[in-house]
């Protein structure tokens, strides 16, 4: 199979899932370049998620902050990040030019998402600078709403494992939102590379058993990016927010995705589910010089529900 498809913003894995999944997308939202919205919109932020690969080509998930203006679009294509990643942050070292990275802007407070993947071109001590290949907006369905303040800074510590404890538990089965970050597998060239994406669902959509959790796959909108990647390439990062306290859960598995479950054995309103087993992870508190207040929930979400406790 070819790993590029004339005249499609998808590469063949993304394909490939839609195909498993009975469904097709015209990607016509997805561009090039960023238009003049999207340009607008990253300058709102003071946060933005970013995929990126370690040396092994382990995907990573993290969380960059600045005042709102932090990242800004001189052009079409291009995208300035005034922001490094924190010293204790494992994704420190997985960003340099040439490498490819996921960004995905998400204004909490409107739902509204924007996602930019590309290439670092220029990296230095205030930031870095992506050349965008591809650029798209994101519906809000399943986006809790959050209002967000700023926070005193304080001494920042990392906590790594290998294995989830108590309090990685009770973080991720209360959690409503979560992150995913994936790639293409390497054979993979046009249109591929690494991207990040929003999940969210009722406190209880992901299940915990051990180092593995269970989540649920929600319609949305036919692209089947992440589960493309996945295909081709199953390691993965997973990243929760504490929204009270700042802390970040930054997560490395081994995803695996079940096309085959039958309704009365997944989460309502899912169409299939996937598991991630923990291979390693991070604790890091207070990471994020932010806190969120929760305001409601999207009334999608409100439609979605949890896995039982039985």
């Known amino acids: ?25 015209r990607g016509s939202g997805i561009r ?44 079409p294509v291009t995208l300035r990040i005034d922001a490094a990643p924190e010293p204790d942050d494992p994704a420190t070292a997985t960003l340099a030019c040439g490498e490819s990275i996921g960004i995905l802007g998400l204004d909490l407070t409107t739902r ?22 591809q650029s798209f907006g994101n519906c809000a369905k399943y986006i809790q709403r959050r209002a967000t303040q700023e926070a005193p800074l304080a001494p920042a510590s990392t906590e790594a494992f290998t294995g989830l404890d108590v309090r990685a538990r009770v973080l991720i089965e209360g959690a409503d939102t979560f992150f995913v970050a994936s790639r293409s597998r390497a054979e993979i060239e046009a249109n591929g590379g ?84 923990v291979v390693r992870g991070w604790r890091r508190h207070p990471a994020a010089s932010l806190r969120w207040s929760f305001i409601d929930y999207s009334p999608v979400t409100l439609g979605t529900g949890i896995w039982s406790s039985s």
Not at 1 to 25: I, Y
Not at 42 to 69: I, Q, S
Not at 225 to 247: H, K, M, V
């Open 194 to 277: 690494l991207d990040i994406s929003h999940r969210g669902g009722r406190p209880g959509f992901v299940r915990v058993d051990g180092n593995a959790l269970t989540i649920p796959d929600f319609p949305g909108n036919r692209y089947f990016n992440t589960f493309g990647n996945l295909l081709g390439e199953p390691r993965a990062s997973l990243l929760f927010i504490d929204f009270d306290c700042g802390n970040l859960l930054q997560l490395q598995g081994i995803a695996t995705l079940d096309w085959s479950a039958s309704p009365p054995s997944l989460v309502e309103g899912a169409e299939r589910h996937w598991r991630f087993d």
């Open 112 to 133: 509204r998402r924007n996602r930019a993947n590309g290439r670092i071109v220029d990296l230095d001590a205030t930031g870095l600078t992506v050349a965008v290949s």
């Open 1 to 25: 199979m070819s790993a590029t498809v004339e005249g499609s913003p998808f590469h063949t894995d993304e394909l490939e899932a839609q195909a498993r999944a009975g469904q097709t997308a």
């Open 32 to 75: 090039g370049f960023m238009p003049d919205q999207h340009r607008s919109f990253f300058p709102l932020l003071p946060y933005v998620f970013v995929a990126a690969a370690d040396a092994e080509g382990w995907p990573l998930a993290t969380m960059l902050t600045g005042r709102p203006g932090f990242v800004h679009a001189p052009d």
